[in-house]
């Protein structure tokens, strides 16, 4: 008894941190913004709660695949043990803060599948439920400011000054209840695949309100999600959702055809219609992402996206054979090019100085960690999508194969071309994802057993008799 209430008492914990992490996420900019004096304790915040997660966790006892997980990100970090001293020749400062970028946050992925243990499965589905209602307040809130002028507090960046700057052909890009444009967008790539997830697994709380209403419930979040993705003018919130929602419906087409034809289309086309409709009746919530999708330096939208594409993967090359042999295998420090560094690190702020900024994702791992890194790291994040692969491949469960298949499409999509090691909320959504694929694993574990105790039970009793 006292095991199952110490497990009880974890479990709860970690749902604590978990809803906590979500809401900072969500709420973390505006209220920097609100409250000036507590910008920089609320952006740590994050940083500790995870800290607390791993105390939390400490010498406690995980189910088997949770603990391979749990092993994983252990090994991660002895990997990262010869860049972190490399790196800490240069600034231990900088160290530990390229501890933080890359390997903290790979925490969440555990919390999140200790803080809903079978057969808590309603708690679960709250969880997503609530995580997918957060559409209302930040699409309200970037409804609010793309009405308001520029030199609103809201429009302003967290330090106070203008945004315009990046704006798009004018039209403001903005930001919701985030610090900026890009954390807002990564929100909604995230959302596309709570949203998707909260369609198969209701909670009861909403099925008890039958199915035209709850079917009117998720239309109008499929239609904030629609608008806010627009209403940033960022292509990562448009593309992200649109890149999630159509690999998540191929692969449970995969699985299931009869439900992508009499489901996923329809869905595909409600989507396609409210989106014609929302341009026809609000262009303004379309103007700014209409501005920065109309081609730039004699280029189309499609040759522009390609190129960033193509740059991201293949930039490295115009300067990485340039440096030296060390620099080649080990780079030049961790961390350096994360936004915050150059406050921490007077050797990442002499760098940044002259305006030098790797950008994406593999240029940034190989100037930072040379080939030993683009090993690594990528190596990591491969076998953690090919793992998710296979665990998605042996779900059984119709609904919760679905969901899983959506989870998949963000964790395949972010984990090939996201920031994960400069971005910590990227890094927290991508976690997220992948400790919820390994929850959904356990329930359909949970589900299997309890009917095939049912069914061996039947036969006692008919013996019996």
């Not at 409250?35 to 920089?40: D, E, V």
């Amino acid at each position: 008894m006292k095991s199952t209430n110490n497990r009880s008492t974890v479990s709860d914990k970690c749902e604590l941190i978990i809803y906590s992490l979500v809401l900072l996420l969500v709420f973390e900019g505006i209220i920097r913004k609100a409250l000036p004096s507590l910008a920089t304790p609320v952006f740590f915040l994050k940083d500790l709660l995870c800290v607390v997660g791993i105390f939390t966790l400490k010498g406690r006892e995980l189910p088997d695949i949770i603990f391979k997980l749990n092993l994983k990100r252990i090994t991660l970090f002895i990997l990262f043990l010869p860049l972190l001293y490399f790196t800490g020749f240069k600034d231990p400062l900088l160290a530990i803060f390229a501890a933080k970028q890359y390997l903290l946050y790979t925490v969440v992925g555990v919390l999140v599948s200790v803080a809903f243990p079978p057969p808590q499965e309603e708690k679960f589905k709250k969880f997503i439920f609530f995580t997918s209602l957060l559409l209302v307040p930040t699409s309200l809130v970037a409804i609010m400011q793309n009405a308001l002028p520029a030199s609103h507090w809201l429009n302003l960046s967290v330090g106070g000054e203008s945004l315009e700057a990046f704006s798009a052909a004018g039209y403001l890009r903005v930001s919701s209840t985030f610090s900026f444009t890009g954390q807002y967008s990564w929100f909604l790539a995230a959302e596309s695949f709570f949203l998707a997830i909260s369609f198969f697994l209701q909670p009861k709380t909403i099925l008890a309100l039958g199915v035209r209403i709850r079917y009117n419930i998720y239309v109008v979040l499929l239609i904030l999600l629609i608008i806010s993705a627009f209403i940033t003018g960022g292509r990562t919130a448009v593309l992200g959702c649109g890149a999630t929602f159509i690999l998540g419906l191929f692969l449970i087409g995969c699985k299931r055809p009869g439900w992508f034809l009499s489901r996923g289309i329809p869905i595909i086309c409600i989507c396609l219609v409210s989106l014609s409709v929302l341009k026809a009746v609000k262009p303004q919530y379309f103007a700014a992402y209409s501005a920065r999708s109309s081609g730039y330096n004699h280029m189309s939208h499609n040759e522009e996206i390609t190129g960033r594409v193509l740059h991201g993967f293949t930039g490295w090359s115009d300067w990485f054979w340039e440096q030296d042999l060390t620099s080649v295998l080990l780079g030049n420090g961790l961390g350096v090019m994360s936004n915050g560094s150059s406050q921490v690190s007077s050797y990442a702020a002499k760098i940044r100085a002259n305006g030098f900024w790797t950008e994406g994702d593999m240029p940034t791992t190989f100037w930072e960690g040379g080939m030993y890194l683009i090993i690594v790291w990528y190596g990591f994040r491969l076998s953690l999508i090919i793992w998710c692969y296979y665990l998605w491949r042996a779900m059984r469960t119709q609904a919760l194969a679905s969901a899983t298949s959506f989870l998949l499409a963000y964790v395949v999509i972010s984990g090939l071309i996201s920031q994960l090691g400069m971005q910590p909320p990227l890094a927290i959504w991508w976690w997220l994802a992948i400790g919820m694929i390994i929850l959904l694993h356990r329930l359909e574990k949970h589900e299997l057993s309890t009917v095939i105790e049912g069914l061996s039970l039947k036969e006692v009793k008919g013996s019996l008799v």
